[in-house]
């Protein structure tokens, strides 16, 4: 019977399609409000989720070339509103909402994610000052985790530069916002530590929302910075943003350009620095050498010292007294011996027999020559020689006279 | 980018040497000879200090993965 009426029987895909039809035609794109749940990042970047409340549930799909522009990763429990068409998966038989925008609902829920990602990692201590590093005060290159087309870069490298001229600096371009970001950033800090070029980094952007942000309000990007052994420095939008990295970091700088300068001393008053402690070196030298001609001249009036001139002085008078006495001594010494001299020279010359006979003396010899001084030794008739001052006499004895 | 760095100087140990030395000196409890080698440190690595700061500027480089996964690091172009 049923058979008689063939044209009213369906195949399941006339019917799918009919059913496809209606669905996509009838249904326009719509805003649809509701939490998150069973959500599978895919591999091939597609996002699978289902949204619902209290009494049903759609289920979602939201495509890599949508979901590449998120912002926020959605999260289970969130509460989302998601623009999209409803569209018929025909080969499960299932109607879906293929999505094309997604927004978190809210400051409250980014608020709330937000805070429980922090009370977590400062529960596990990854916000301990305790563990936060000393930024190296001259740091010989600094890495720089950020777009490499942004604002920030540019800031960083203008402040750095006006610095310290000479500072090295090392970009690892990232995407700093969407799907994906998170993860890039992380990798970027794990890869200065694994090439070690750099000894400090700064990682950040610019200014944005919130959504803008929230690559730095990622579990992924916290652990990063809590994992680096290079200390971080975290320079995320504008003085008012702060982001689970800036808790993170060693250190948290209002904005990139803030970052540069806190990272770097300024050129300028390391060099006035420097003229000051030559103008202190070359000061303290001459005051040192000052105090060492204090310290002489006091030594040389001291009473120690006064008492090591009188001392001189006392061996000087005396050395003077010996001189002059020795010298007087051998004066009187060689006066005295001239005249000893003088007085025996004056006996000989009295003793000279020449001068007794100039007197009238005169010596008699006798034949033999010998001297005769007494008159027994002679005989009558013996021959005898008178000498006299001026030549000789031969004459004979006459007459003895004992 | 200019490679040659000061091998083995340390600015900031320079520095801090330096600053160690000024102190040193100033409170005069040193004994001359000994003052004049400090000086002569000093003002050496003052010296080393201020070429330091008038390095020339470097170009930025970029840390990136080639294709293998190997860090590499780039001379670049983002510097206008």
Known sequence: MIEDNKQLILTVSQLTADIKRILERGIPRSWV????????????GHIYFTLKDAATQVRCVMFRSSAQHLLVLPQAGMQVIVQGDVTVFERAG??????????????????QAFERLKKKLADEGLFDEARKRPLPRFPKAIGIVTSPTGA????????????????????????VQG????????????????????????VGRGGGSIEDLW?????????????????????????????????VAD???????????????????????????????ANALVGLAEGYGQRLRSLRKSYGMGRLADLCGRKQQQLDWLADRMTRQSRAYLADRRHAVERLGSALTALDPDNVLRRGYSICRDAAGKTITRAKSLKTGDPVTAQF??????MNVNKVMP | MKKARTTGFKFEQALARVEQIVERMESGEIELDQALSLYREGTELMAKCQAALQEVQRSITTLTRDSQGRLKLDASETEE
């Open chain 1, 152 to 175: 920030a870069i540019r800031d960083i490298i203008n402040v750095a530069r006006r610095r310290w001229p000479g500072i090295e600096l090392v970009l690892s371009p990232v995407q």
């Open chain 1, 251 to 281: 250190l948290r700088a209002p904005t990139p350009s803030a970052a540069a300068e806190i990272c770097l001393p300024d050129a300028r008053e390391v060099a006035a620095q420097l003229d000051d402690s030559r103008a202190r070196l």
């Open chain 1, 215 to 247: 690559a730095f309000n990622e579990e992924v990007t916290a652990r990063a910075i809590f994992g680096s052994r290079i200390p971080v420095v975290s320079a995320v939008g504008h003085e008012v943003d702060y982001t689970i990295a800036d808790f």
């Open chain 1, 389 to 394: 001052a001026q030549g000789r006499a031969a």
């Open chain 1, 33 to 44: 409000r509701g939490e998150v749940s069973n959500l599978t990042l895919h591999s091939s």
């Open chain 1, 94 to 111: 299932q109607y879906q909402l293929n999505v094309g925008q997604l927004q978190v609902a809210g400051q409250g829920e980014l608020a």
């Open chain 1, 179 to 202: 799907l994906g970001a998170a993860r890039q950033i992380a990798d970027a800090i794990a890869a200065f530590n694994e090439h070690g070029a750099v000894d400090l980094m700064i």
